[in-house]
């Protein structure tokens, strides 16, 4: 069964660094998506990507994120300078229609811990 | 952002009975439900959805059902398993013709906990 990958499973970094996670969408689907899940909190959405370029963002993505499709298969989000209140689990979601449903399909998740 | 909300942190329920999750939204705009599931260290695993044109919806032992006019929407699981212990979350699109390609707004989750 298809199934969206997330890479790495958990990221720990410093206040102040750039990470970059990493995601490999469903590959027939067309639609890409970042959510992330705070500790306790909500699922929220940051950002959904289409035909190569952003098509909604929330009031979270603010500059220091970016996302990129670098290629056919990765989806990549960035945070250019880390703050605390970035830790989290990050999800990777994909858009596609899968037999009779069409859907948000999402991956496992990478936790990011900002020290 | 309160547009999506479970009311209820929690549910117990022996096996073999039915669970019920409860679901609430405030935007109008909204017109596909989803329900995920969601174990530890994984994401949100789709169940079943539901489009606004419809009332119910129905999966082998999942069944959602829409009131637009309350603006609720909720899940029956019958039989409950073991299994089907896990958080439950409630999402919803807008004007995503029907599907759920637009952002999703999620609930605060209920965890579900199915007793032997």
């Known amino acids: 069964e298809p199934e969206v990958t997330q890479t790495p499973s958990h990221q720990v970094t410093q206040m102040g660094q750039e990470v970059i996670l990493r995601c490999v969408p469903i590959s027939n689907h067309l639609y890409f998506y970042w959510y992330r899940q705070i500790l306790g909190q909500k699922v929220e959405f940051l950002v959904s990507?289409?035909?190569?370029?952003?098509?909604?963002k929330s009031e979270i993505f603010d500059d220091q994120f970016s996302v990129e499709r670098p290629d056919g298969s990765n989806f990549t989000l960035k945070i250019r300078s880390t703050k605390l209140e970035d830790s989290a689990m990050y999800f990777c979601?994909?858009?596609?229609?899968?037999?009779?449903?069409?859907?948000?399909?999402f991956g496992p998740g990478t936790r990011l811990t900002v020290l | 952002d309160q547009q999506v909300k479970q009311n209820s942190p929690s549910l117990s329920v022996q096996e073999g009975r039915i669970s019920i999750l409860n679901c609430d939204y405030t935007?109008?705009?909204?017109?596909?439900f989803l329900w995920y599931k969601k174990y530890p260290a994984e994401g949100p695993t789709f169940l079943i959805s539901?489009?606004?044109?419809?009332d119910k919806n129905e999966d082998g032992r999942f069944t959602v059902f829409l009131n637009k006019s309350a603006k609720h929407l909720s899940l029956h699981i019958v039989p409950s398993q073991p299994g089907d212990s896990a958080v439950y979350f409630c999402a919803a699109s807008a004007n995503a013709g029907g599907t759920s390609y637009g952002k999703l707004t999620f609930g605060q989750g209920t965890i579900l906990t199915v007793h032997p």
């Open positions: 990507f289409y035909n190569n370029e952003i098509s909604e």
């Open positions: 935007n109008s705009m909204f017109d596909y």
């Open positions: 979601a994909s858009f596609g229609l899968e037999g009779s449903t069409d859907t948000q399909y």
């Open positions: 539901i489009s606004s044109i419809k």
